[in-house]
């Protein structure tokens, strides 16, 4: 885990927002390798393990379901430069490396990846049941299946992602959320959170 993704963490326990305290173990190359991260309002410990940080039971990504090249990935996005992060979740974060060859000094946060998806240089790997970051700092999000069609982690991206950029996800099309429908066609939709 990127060790300055720490300051877009969130605790996942149902409170209000709270940041998490980083106490670090083992640190390579700005990447917290082993160590640990608390939750000053209610207490609760996260740890990392293997560079991967783990906030809870992950939904384990169907390897069937057709992911668009991360070209396309990238383009539904709709980023245009460098900087920030931009989250990967599910069967998507398998599209890793091609999003990055397209976003390149964008940061990828990787949750829940299919099995053998490892952290590398410019990634984050986080195993989670909700999305342990901070609401409204990431540039984009794409709920990859079984995601992308479950209205609690729509909710979530929503949250997390910044006013007035977008929400990409594979699933039928989110309904009643903070959300502007952009496309819907062949199985994936691109949304944006509305400006304040
Ligand atoms: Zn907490």
Known sequence: ??????????????????????????????????????????????????????????????????????????????????????????????????????????????VNPPAGVAEVRGTSVLRAARLPLRSGSMRAVVLGAPCGGDPAWVAEAARVVLPGLRVVGQGAAPTGVALDLLADAEGWWVAQRARR
């Not at 207490?43 to 090249?69: I, M, N």
């Not at 920030?84 to 490396?97: E, P, T």
């Open 1 to 110: 885990m990127f060790i300055e993704l720490t300051d877009h963490l969130r605790c996942v326990a149902e409170h209000d927002e709270s940041f998490l305290v980083l106490l670090p173990d083992e640190v390579v190359d700005r990447s917290v390798r082993r160590g640990t991260l608390g939750c000053p309002s209610c207490g609760a410990v996260y740890h990392v393990r293997d560079g991967v940080l783990e906030a809870g039971d992950a939904p384990v990504p169907s390897a069937d379901e057709a992911v668009p090249g991360g070209d396309a990935l990238a383009a539904f996005a709709g980023l245009g430069g460098p900087g920030g992060y931009m989250v990967l979740v599910g069967s998507a974060a398998g599209r890793w490396a091609e999003v990055q060859a397209a976003v390149p000094g964008v940061h990828l946060v990787l």
